[in-house]
């Protein structure tokens, strides 16, 4: 009668901790939570759900593969609305609630900067994704930023703008400054400022507009072009950029050199609505399919985005911001592989002291998490002959000028001969 | 730079974009001018007319202003619909003022939601065979894209003014506007002119939907955007006239323009909010209000 007992207290034992070990909260333990917010509505909306769609790609991929370290990836977020004020409540219920493991940032300066105190205060790895030099007064040697400005972010984002003027002849000698009055975009006009002056250009307009609130751009432009500029630099959103474009054409702007840090023109949907109207048009890219900008990993990757970003009703062809969403995620990941380990300060050592390979290219950061050096490529539009999305996934289309290394055509200069 | 050329483009610049912003007014105009009704959703309706002029210009070739035309009339009844929800649930209890207003965010937000599951959050355009392209007149230059909404937005507000001023319709509206009770003793029934008031509101919403999605991209958020324009323009033009809504929009859009010419467009909103401080202290029933 003992033994019966006996036998029926350990099988209840057994069925308790068998039933324990698939509960839920055990099979929680073992994933990997990354959390973070992302702007899935507002003015960064679109391009916040193809790098969230980019991510879930990463995520799949890796827990094909077993995950990291043995345990499943799981990907834990809130929709900040681009509103800069969600971003602290938002991290400190990752943490305080969702009890992630890692963090990483949203999309864009205006969404990083008020995460990063937070990731401070924690001690925590912060991969960054596309923020302008928001790491410039915090000085956090565990951010990361994937966008490849470079180490002086600001002067570095439009570097190669400038250099391809100075080339020219007869050189240009003036220029006219505009951006969005928004954090990134201040920046980025900042910048610009900087390397007038380090290259020689005379400013002769230099403004901002209200962002967001600018309807009508002509008279606007209308001032630029009284101001008669060799160079006009613009830093401004998608909104604006296509106001600009349209603008500028329907006005008659013809400077020398045209474009810099507009925001958009990247975009699909904006191509293909804008067509013939982006010829000439020489801005800041960060992949193109060009034969010099083939990386490991990059087609095998679009591939998977392209089959599912036209039933999310997401940017169809995603060369923008996707890769780059892939590549900081992957860099975590490298990380926590090749440490064998998930302490934050282990993981930050390894990231900030080796090279990774990833889908868009080798990554390496130098001074406050930027890339230790630039590669914002400098693309100029060229022959454009219709609004298909076709003509937008074709080589020699978004033709690189910057930097040399990747450089796969020749600037048509100025601005009105490649219109 | 400030040659007679360059002051005459900002000025015919200013009054074009007024034009649009007077298109994108006329609706509250009717509703919260006249009717007392503040529709905080007046924007998300007109960002809804925006994705259905996109939804049949990308799938059907259809021009945007037949599209703004043609969705007027269903728009119409959608107003209907809500003036009666509205009434019934707040209006007829006198609870109108707070949660009738937290209604119209609601509705806002709504919209907001259902724009974004059908339509994602990519930005949205339309071509036209006169976006992008340009004229002269002497030495004004003219675009297109931005003279179609001024004209569609003059036509508008003229339409309405002549059917307020000279229909029996349009005087039972503004009587209703002026004394209900009043109206209600020589046999008219306030709460249907009311209704057919605010179903008007949300045809013209429709019609400016489909304009601003001429003059530049949409994405379900933008709305927001004009919120504060389009209560500033009714206000500044005087409740109730749909003469004060078109001279204010313009007066908007004029100084808008002027201030991005010449003194940076980073003031351009400051100076028209700041017209609109000076002319409610001086005149606090705006410009043609009684």
Redesign the interface.
Known sequence: MGRIIRHVILGFALLLAVSIAFTPAAQAAKEVKIGFSMA????L??A??AALLAMEIWRDDVNAKGGLLGRKVKLVYYDD?TKPANVPGIYAKLLDVDKVDFIVSGYGTNLIVPALPIAMERGMVFMGLFGLDANAKFKYNNYFQIMPAGPDPIVDWSVGFFELAAKQKPRPKTIALLSA?SEFARNAVNGARRNAKKYGFKVVYD????F?????F???L??VK??NPDLFYVGSY??GS??IV??A????LEPKLFGGGMV?LQ?T??QM?LGK?LNGITNYWFWAPEKTLKFPGIEAFLAKYQKEAPK????PLGYYLPPFAYAYVQVLGQAIEATKSFDQAKIGAYIRNNTHSTVVGNVKFGKNGEWATSRTFQVQLQDITS?KMSEFSKEGKMVVLYPEEFKSGNLIYPYAKGK | MLSFEFILNALVAGLLLGGFYAALSAGLSLSFGLLDVVNIAHPAFILFGSYLTFYVNEHFGVDPIIAGLVFAVPAYFVGVAVYRIYYNSFEKTGAESLRGLVFFFGLFFLIEVILIITFGVDYRLVRAFYIGKSTSIGPVGIAFRLFVPFLVGGILATVLYLFLTKTFFGRAIMGVAQDSLAVQLMGVDPIRIKTVAFGIGIATAVIAGSLLIIIGPVEPTIGREYIGRVFAVTVLGGLGSMTGTLVGALILGVAESFTSSFFGPSWALAVSFGILLICLAVRPSGLFGR
């Open positions: 899935l509505t507002g003015p909306g679109p916040g759900k609305q009055d403004q901002r507009y209200p967001p609130g600018t309807s009508d002509t008279p606007i209308r001032a009284a101001a998608p909104g296509v106001g349209k603008a054409h329907e006005i008659g958009g975009y949907a904006i609505n109207l999310q009703k997401l940017d609004n």
